[in-house]
């Protein structure tokens, strides 16, 4: 008995879904074999070797500027997010004090030279006395030898040889004591000149020193860069070494990464690194290169460790900052602050580095020339004060 053409028909319609369906679940089976070796491929060869972190900030230097002496501000030259250049004044404190001390520096220095001067020419003048005792000493010698010998004669009484002995007697002693006299006023001027002499050199100090507090009522900027925290006002007083604003130089800029524990194993100096900033979206990439990390974690280093060998212990993955370089080509194009989020890859794929608790990273140096030019001007200012004081002497060297 033949099937019922509508059975048939089913049957048939039945068997094509059944094969399109084992066709589709084999397609899915590939495709997921395919994605999950992408990715088992993408895992083993990208992301074992790259470690990211979004606990990452961007860091730099806070200059402090502070007054070097005490004073009373006059004038406050720049503001919180001006922006200052190396040497610039911020604050002027009142210089009346100083420059009292200074002049009354500065007359002392010239008494000093001319009563230095005056001790030279006191040398001179008992040298030339000695030469005069000796020269007396010499005739008063030659007088008696010559009565001496004229003692047998007769022509010379004995007194007269007396008298004689007497006068070479007292020569003598006057010589002895011209001589003690002058050796006394050497020792004051002996190898050295007016410039050199210890009783100038004295007050030449204290001349620079006055100098250098009248120059440091006007307290410069230490760097270039941005002004921030001013605290300071006008009519304030201020104590030397108190804070009264601080300046941010934006072009040396670093960021700092906190990556767990359990991602430091391959992380060291000099492997690339790629940044993206919240401010500016995953478009703009910032490209550094790892230069240091931090000798302990966070944890170790906060105002009150964790004491985790009291009470109940639970485990906390720590973090160690990683301390990144960006390239400031790229910071001055796209310009950044402190403080702002960044998130961080470290491409670790070149992991024959040593590691940094073995072998650390260079020093950083920092320093500013703005102070150097204090100590130069104030020993222009000694020389010229005692040229002034030489003017017409014929002092010019150790006697």
């Known amino acids: 008995m033949n099937a019922h053409p509508t059975q048939a028909a089913g049957a048939t319609q039945h068997a094509s ?3 399109r369906r084992r066709t589709l679940l084999t397609l899915a089976m590939i495709g997921a074999l395919v ?3 992408g990715y088992a491929l993408y895992w083993s060869h990208v992301t074992q070797q790259e470690e990211t ?20 501000v006059v004038a406050i030259g720049a503001d919180n997010t001006d922006r200052v250049s190396a040497g610039q004044s911020l604050v002027r404190l009142n210089p009346l004090d100083a420059q009292l001390a200074l002049e009354r520096s500065e007359a002392m220095l010239a008494k000093t030279v001319r009563q230095v001067r005056s001790q030279y020419a006191v040398a001179s ?17 030659a007088d008696m030898d010559r009565r001496s010998g004229l003692l047998h004669s007769g022509a010379v009484s004995g007194e007269d040889l007396e008298h004689a002995s007497e006068a070479v007697s007292t020569a003598s002693a006057a010589l002895k004591s011209a001589e003690q006299q002058y050796a006394a006023n050497q020792a004051y001027v002996d190898g050295t000149t007016v410039a050199t002499h210890p009783d100038v050199l004295s007050v030449s100090a204290q001349v620079k020193d006055a100098y250098i507090g009248a120059a440091r009522a006007v307290v410069p900027a230490p760097v270039g860069g941005i002004v921030a925290r001013r605290n300071v006002q006008v009519g304030q007083r201020v104590a030397a070494g108190v804070s009264m604003m601080s300046i941010i130089p934006l072009e040396s800029l670093w960021v700092t990464a906190n990556f767990k524990e359990s991602q430091l194993r391959y992380i060291h100096t000099g ?21 240091g990390q931090e000798a302990g974690t966070g944890s170790a280093f906060s105002l009150m460790p964790a004491q ?6 639970i485990k906390v993955v720590q973090r160690l900052p990683v301390r990144i370089a960006l390239d400031p080509n790229e910071v001055r194009k796209n310009p950044l602050q402190l403080g702002l ?9 070149k992991r024959d580095g040593t590691p940094f608790a073995l072998a650390g990273n260079p020093a950083h140096a920092y320093e500013t020339e703005v102070f150097a030019q204090e100590g130069k001007d104030a020993a222009a200012l000694v020389t010229r004060i005692i040229a002034m004081n030489m003017a017409g002497s014929s002092v010019a060297s150790a006697n």
Request: proline share 1%; aromatic share 6%.
């Open 17 to 19: 879904s059944e094969k």
């Open 35 to 37: 994605v999950g070796g």
């Open 53 to 72: 972190t979004e606990d990452a900030y961007v860091e730099g230097n806070i200059v402090q500027v502070t007054s070097q002496v005490a004073g009373t």
């Open 125 to 141: 003048q008992m040298r030339a006395i000695v030469e005069l005792r000796r020269s007396e000493l010499r005739k008063v010698q």
């Open 271 to 291: 492997q690339p690194v790629i940044m993206t900033a919240d401010a500016y979206g995953r478009q703009v990439k910032y490209r550094g290169k790892v230069i």
């Open 308 to 313: 985790n060998a009291t009470g109940n212990w």
């Open 341 to 349: 989020s960044m998130r961080v890859s470290i491409d670790t794929s």
